[in-house]
């Protein structure tokens, strides 16, 4: 069988989409797609999967041979193909509605028009599959794992954690739940010049396939620049992550997660600076911040394009406050309209408000599990987000208590009754208007 490079499979479908006049923004809508990797496809800068390619076939109608024949009349050949399959189905419902009024209209038991078995499917998505050395290279990150030693399994959902600010040099509890995270993401209020990394992320990162430190804060280059650059350089060396520091040009970029489940992207700001001068600019290392919100606002458009659903961790709101400002609200919905699917808020070291706005989810503080003052009081929440089919399939919260600096979450039965009369006040207004029994959801305490 013939099998063609992947720079000529790419000129293939895409001369196949323009001579059927098909834009390709419907093509990515319809695929799932991210626009710009089908872009970057077209152009031979990017490969997909087996099955992008099986999804473009489908939404095309065009057959594994027809992609696949020989020679330069392949196009030709295919709408020929295309065209005799046409007539020849017309022929059949021509005779099957002879048929049916033939017999006065009766049930009509023989279908005109038979779907492909089950062994013809398998067939045909053997023929695709053929090309799978030239589909699934390196480049292809649909088919990539997440970093680390472990693999999510396609059928698993990926579990993302998030976690309010913690402290650098303070162990954070190791929360249990009902599923284990495959992603931790932790917002480090300050990072500290120090010769090695601290103790709980060696042991943290052995139990997770990756960990994501946010260090978009108002703490965050309390240790200097030099200091903070020689912390990401051990992070960098161990293989973690973090985001929020930078360049405009780099931390405005999202960072991406790729599993099996879909591209998950992230970005993080602070909209609380001590000084004009830790902002992030070109040629100039800093934090990622929010003061330009059409900045932020651009940043997310940009990053939604890229990935199948977009998380914005931000760093805003007064210390010690119950509820977000009115300007966080008005931002969190443009961010939302923007083009994100979630955000994340941290910094006022209280649990605020949890809204849900045109249906996703804004969760403006959790609060923080660890403090450098041992007489922090206060609840704090985790909140678990589970990923399936490049969509938002569950999310989890799991509640806690500080003690001693610290949060807790082995609570008692009179505990767990104070922390769910309060979070139910926090919830949205379609969830807190629900009876005790629906309200025994995944956004409360177990």
């Known amino acids: 069988m013939f099998i063609p490079s992947p ?6 479908l895409r001369d196949w989409r323009l001579q059927q006049k098909v834009d390709l923004e419907d093509v990515a809508l319809a695929c799932k797609m991210p626009l710009k990797k089908l872009k970057d496809f077209e152009n031979g800068q990017a490969r997909l999967s087996v099955q992008e390619i099986e999804n473009l076939l489908n939404y095309y109608g065009l057959t594994a ?21 046409i007539i020849a189905i017309l022929v059949l419902l021509s005779l099957s509605i002879l048929a049916i009024y033939a017999i006065n209209l009766r049930v009509f038991n023989a279908t005109a028009i038979k779907p492909l078995s089950e062994h ?13 050395p030239l589909l699934d290279s390196g480049d292809s990150k649909q088919e990539q794992p997440l ?14 954690r998030f976690y309010g600010d913690a402290l650098w040099e303070q162990t954070p509890p190791d929360v249990s739940g009902p599923s284990a995270p495959h992603v931790r993401v932790y917002t480090i209020t300050a990072l500290t010049a120090r010769p090695s990394l601290p103790d709980w992320l060696n042991e943290y990162r052995q139990k997770t396939d990756r960990i994501i430190l946010n260090l978009a804060t108002n703490h965050a280059l309390d240790a200097g620049r030099n200091g903070v650059r020689a912390s990401l350089e051990l992070l960098q060396k161990a293989g973690l992550t973090t985001l929020g520091l930078g ?47 059409n900045n932020v606002v651009a940043a997310v458009r940009a990053a939604s394009a ?65 403090s450098r003052y041992q007489s922090s009081q ?5 909140v678990d987000v589970k990923v399936e089919d490049r969509d938002i399939a569950a999310v989890e919260l799991q509640a806690g208590v500080l003690r001693r600096g610290r949060a807790s979450f082995a609570l008692s039965g009179t505990e767990k009754e104070v922390l769910n009369s309060y979070l139910v006040k926090l ?13 025994s959801s995944p956004l409360l305490v177990r």
């Not at 010690?320 to 923007?338: E, K, T, V, Y």
């Not at 206060?378 to 985790?382: A, F, I, Q």
């Open 247 to 293: 360049t405009s040009n780099q931390c405005y970029q999202p960072l991406v997660v790729d599993s099996p489940q879909g591209r998950v992207g992230l970005l993080a700001f602070s909209a609380i600076l001590p000084q004009a001068g830790w902002k992030a600019a070109p040629g100039n290392f800093g934090v990622a911040h929010a003061y330009e919100q």
């Open 65 to 85: 041979d027809q992609l696949l024949s020989e020679g330069p009349g392949w196009l030709k050949n295919a709408k020929n193909i295309s065209l005799m399959v």
């Open 147 to 160: 970093q680390g030693e472990a693999k999510t399994p396609r059928k698993q959902a990926l579990v993302m």
């Open 378 to 382: 206060g609840c704090t929440v985790v």
């Open 7 to 12: 720079d000529l499979l790419a000129e293939r």
């Open 120 to 132: 013809s499917r398998q067939a045909e998505s053997e023929k695709i599959r053929e090309m799978a």
């Open 427 to 439: 919830l949205p207004a379609e969830r807190a208007g629900m009876s005790d029994g629906e309200r």
């Open 306 to 370: 890229q990935v199948d659903l977009l998380v914005v961790l931000m760093h805003w709101g007064t210390t010690f406050a119950q509820q977000p400002a009115a300007g966080q609200l008005a931002l969190a919905h443009r961010i939302i309209d923007a083009g994100a699917d979630l955000i994340v808020g941290t910094h006022p070291l209280t649990v605020q408000q949890i809204e849900r706005y045109r249906g996703k989810y804004i969760f403006y503080s959790l609060g923080h599990i660890t």
